[in-house]
C-alpha cells in the first residue's frame, strides 16, 4: 500500500513554519525530518508514525486509535502508531506532529 499523499500533504502545511525539514522516502512511507531526526512518518499501511518520549508512550497508548509501531517483530521504543482515524481532523493530526517535533527538537544536533 503507498502512503497517504493528502496526510503527507496536511503534514507539510503544518510544517511549513519549521526549518530544516527534510522528507526522505522510507519504510514504505514518507518521514519528515527535523535537523536529520525522524519525527513522524506517513505510514504506508496506512495513519502515521510518530516519535514521542519512551516515557510517555504507555500513557499515550490509552488513547483511542494508538499503538505500538512494531517492525520486523520487534516494538521499537519511543514510537507509536496513529491509525488514518486517529489524525482525521487537522487539531488530532496537529497534536501527534507537534509530539514528534517537540521531542526530535531535544536530540543532540547531527
Known amino acids: 500500500m503507498a502512503y497517504d499523499t493528502d496526510l503527507a500533504n496536511r503534514i507539510r502545511e503544518l510544517l511549513a513554519q519549521e526549518s530544516g525539514v527534510e ?14 531526526h525522524m519525527a513522524v512518518v506517513v505510514s504506508g499501511q496506512g495513519g502515521l508514525m510518530v516519535r514521542v518520549p519512551p516515557a510517555d508512550a504507555d500513557k499515550l497508548l490509552a488513547r483511542a486509535h494508538v499503538s505500538p509501531m512494531v517492525m520486523r517483530g520487534r516494538e521499537m521504543r519511543g514510537w507509536l502508531r496513529v491509525t488514518a482515524e486517529g489524525v482525521r481532523t487537522k487539531r488530532q493530526l496537529q497534536s501527534w506532529v507537534s509530539r514528534g517535533v517537540t521531542f526530535v527538537h531535544g536530540l543532540p544536533p547531527k
Do not use: D, R
Not at 526522505?24 to 525530518?33: D, H, I, N, R, Y
Open 23 to 36: 522528507e526522505k522516502q522510507m519504510f514504505g512511507g514518507l518521514a519528515f525530518l527535523i535537523g536529520g
